[in-house]
């Protein structure tokens, strides 16, 4: 589980799919109170899921992006995900399993509020070393921005086997 500084709770698995439960007092802009009230349950303003896709290699191109879904209450605020791909090495260097910015940020389209948000791309992979990938993820809904959170916890070890 992920906290971000509104106090929204992020609850995530290792394939990539995630749970956010948003604080009656973050809707507004401002930072929970720290009593761990959340907004009703289920399909309601409080909850969205999601989840990152399940990155994968492509003819040398790394496949990646994010979905997430919000119960809709009004069309007057924009609902949009932002997704950035970060690596890490993953031999046994003393910096690996520090993630730094591949590719990205990628954003759905902004419009006016829809329940779904997608946001995928594609960025060629040029190495012949194993990398570890996550999406660093931050979800818009009812104007406020939640996150960022990483998805799948942990990250996936993706092998781009680049060829001279």
């Not at 907004?39 to 997430?68: F, P, R």
């Not at 949009?80 to 759905?108: K, M, N, Q």
Request: glycine share 10%; net charge positive.
């Amino acid at each position: 589980m992920q906290i971000d500084k509104l106090g929204a709770k992020i609850i995530s698995d290792a394939g990539g799919n995630y749970v956010l439960q948003i604080p009656e007092d973050a809707s507004n802009g401002k930072k929970a109170k720290n009593d761990g009230r959340m907004m009703a349950s289920g399909w309601s303003v409080g909850v969205c899921t999601g989840s990152g896709i399940d990155m994968h290699i492509l003819n040398n191109t790394i496949v990646w992006g994010a979905t997430s879904s919000c119960a809709s209450t009004t069309s007057l605020y924009p609902h949009y995900i932002d997704v950035t791909l970060r690596s890490t090495c993953s031999a046994g260097w003393p910096l690996c399993g520090i993630f730094s910015p591949e590719a990205g940020p990628v954003r759905s389209n902004n419009s006016q509020y829809s329940r779904v948000a997608n946001a995928y791309e594609q960025t060629r992979c040029d190495t012949s070393q194993n990398y570890t990938f996550d999406q660093y993820i931050k979800v818009t809904v009812r104007g406020t921005q939640y996150g960022p959170f990483s998805v799948p916890a942990g990250g996936k070890t993706l092998p781009c086997n680049v060829t001279a």
